[in-house]
């Protein structure tokens, strides 16, 4: 085999393997069932936010742990 069709065969190969790594997203929402609206943010990817509400008069957030637990028979 000569070295251009090895190249091609190779640059071929790897197209195929990236290609097959792309990871189609869901759509991010604009609004939420329960009110939240979508806001710009340069911090993180993606913000909700209660509209005509502030948060200026806080200095600190408190962040506390989620309790996660499954039935049985959930699905």
């Known amino acids: 085999m000569t070295y251009p069709m090895r190249a091609s065969i190779l640059s071929l190969l790897l197209l195929t393997t990236l290609t097959g790594c792309v990871v189609n997203a869901p759509p991010v929402a604009e609004r939420t069932p329960d009110g939240l609206v979508r806001v710009q943010s340069k911090q993180v990817d ?30």
């Open 46 to 75: 993606t913000v909700y936010a209660v509209p005509g509400v502030s948060l200026a008069r806080y200095k600190r957030v408190m962040l506390d742990s989620v309790d996660l637990a499954f039935k049985l028979d959930w699905q």
